[in-house]
């Protein structure tokens, strides 16, 4: 399975694009969406921070506390 990663700025709450990071990742199929969030989360460095997570079926949204960020993950 790949796992895409993309993080952003927000502007009033709404993802800003006014820069973007993407990132794949390889995974197994078997994997739990907390897994993949765990992943994903060290992939860009936000180990250990908390963040609002939103599952939205076909993609994971994840906005960091105190941060105006958001990162998407998609997956196949």
């Given amino acids: 399975m790949n796992i895409n990663i993309e993080v952003t700025d ?7 694009y006014g820069w973007a990071k ?18 994903a989360k ?3 460095g936000w ?4 963040t609002v997570t939103v599952d939205h079926g076909d993609m ?3 906005r960091p506390h105190g941060e105006c960020l958001v990162c998407f ?3 196949n």
Avoid at 10 to 16: A, D, L, Q, V
């Fill in 10 to 16: 927000t502007f009033g709450h709404e993802p800003n």
């Fill in 22 to 39: 993407r990132a794949t990742l390889e995974a197994p199929d078997a994997l739990s969406r907390y897994s993949i969030v765990r992943r």
């Fill in 42 to 44: 060290h992939a860009v």
């Fill in 47 to 50: 180990t250990g921070k908390r």
């Fill in 60 to 62: 994971i949204e994840l």
């Fill in 73 to 75: 993950i998609t997956f």
